[in-house]
């Protein structure tokens, strides 16, 4: 048997009439203020849980903040330069770090990177050097052109000759190394490899005149970051003469890089 249940106590004279909801049946069912009062009898409850915002969620990409550390490398043996450059970032899809170990910092430019001494051999007779004006440096990039010439100056029965040397040197940006880019570069040229000795690529070919003679030829050189662009004309020399003057100084102008 269930026992009677036992009747509410009544409030005191002075304290507040505890709030009653009715409960099963139709009995009313006693129910605590929801901010008990201890000076009118009722107990202090301990505080629950306080309700915060939840911290704000970092973004993967708004809060991405890109890392670039630039180590600078010189190479005392053998008088080059190098520089590594890290190209990172904080978000894990933005694709691998660009390894720029290979890249040359600088190289020499233009009318710098032979001497006339080493250009004689090419151009017969007294010759002018001049830098062309083509070219210039930019974020990715630096090039520039010389010409060497005997045009105008050279003495009756002299052939004419002139050799436009052009340098360019790439650099990295944050998806390609100088050494990519440069890759690229060359690939676009026309001509077949030759082999010219310290060279990482070449291609080199013939120009043929309109009266169908080889009057010239190009020969292109990579090393690392840089190519090298020969353009040689000779009027005196025909088919299968160029190459040989090309490829060495070539190779006189890669061991300076």
Same mark, same amino acid.
């Given at each position: 048997?269930?026992?009677?249940?036992?009747?509410?106590?009544?409030?005191?004279?002075?304290?507040? *009439?505890?709030?009653?909801?009715?409960?099963?049946?139709?009995?009313l069912?006693?129910?605590?203020? +929801?901010h008990?009062d201890?000076?009118?009898?009722?107990?202090?409850?301990p505080?629950?849980?306080?309700?915060?915002?939840?911290?704000?969620?970092?973004?993967?990409?708004?809060?991405?903040?890109?890392? *670039?550390?630039?180590?600078?490398?010189?190479?005392?043996?053998?008088?080059?330069?190098?520089?590594?450059?890290?190209? !990172?970032?904080?978000?894990?899809? /933005?694709?691998?770090?660009?390894?720029?170990? =290979? /890249?040359?910092?600088?190289?020499?430019?233009?009318?710098?990177?032979?001497?006339?001494?080493?250009?004689?051999? +090419?151009?017969?007779?007294?010759?002018?050097t001049?830098?062309?004006?083509?070219?210039?440096?930019?974020?990715?990039?630096?090039?520039?052109?010389?010409?060497?010439?005997?045009?105008?100056?050279?003495? /009756?029965?002299?052939p004419?000759?002139?050799?436009?040397?052009?340098?360019? +040197?790439?650099?990295?940006?944050a =998806?390609?190394s100088?050494?990519?880019?440069?890759?690229?570069?060359?690939?676009?040229?026309?001509?077949?490899?030759?082999?010219?000795?310290?060279? /990482?690529?070449?291609?080199? =070919?013939?120009?043929e005149?309109?009266?169908?003679?080889?009057?010239?030829?190009?020969?292109? *050189?990579?090393? =690392?970051?840089?190519?090298?662009? +020969?353009?040689?004309?000779?009027?005196?020399?025909?088919?299968?003469?160029?190459?040989?003057?090309?490829?060495?100084?070539? !190779?006189?102008?890669?061991?300076?890089?």
């Amino acid at each position: 048997m269930s026992q009677p249940q036992q009747p509410h106590p009544l409030p005191q004279a002075g304290q507040p *009439v505890p709030p009653q909801v009715h409960g099963p049946q139709g009995q009313l069912s006693y129910s605590p203020p +929801l901010h008990p009062d201890p000076a009118a009898g009722y107990p202090a409850y301990p505080p629950g849980p306080q309700w915060a915002p939840p911290p704000p969620q970092r973004s993967s990409r708004g809060g991405a903040i890109a890392l *670039v550390v630039v180590l600078v490398i010189v190479l005392l043996g053998g008088g080059g330069a190098g520089a590594y450059f890290l190209f !990172a970032a904080g978000d894990s899809d /933005d694709g691998p770090v660009v390894d720029t170990s =290979r /890249d040359l910092a600088e190289a020499p430019m233009g009318c710098g990177l032979f001497t006339e001494s080493e250009i004689a051999p +090419l151009i017969p007779g007294r010759f002018t050097t001049e830098p062309t004006g083509i070219g210039g440096a930019t974020d990715f990039d630096k090039s520039a052109q010389c010409m060497y010439s005997n045009q105008g100056i050279a003495p /009756d029965g002299m052939p004419t000759a002139f050799l436009s040397v052009t340098t360019r +040197l790439h650099k990295a940006n944050a =998806r390609e190394s100088g050494v990519d880019k440069a890759k690229d570069d060359l690939r676009r040229k026309p001509g077949s490899p030759v082999g010219v000795p310290g060279a /990482d690529d070449d291609a080199f =070919r013939e120009i043929e005149s309109s009266r169908d003679r080889v009057v010239a030829a190009q020969l292109f *050189v990579r090393y =690392r970051n840089v190519v090298i662009t +020969l353009h040689y004309t000779h009027y005196a020399l025909g088919e299968k003469q160029f190459i040989q003057p090309l490829m060495a100084l070539s !190779a006189l102008g890669l061991e300076k890089l």
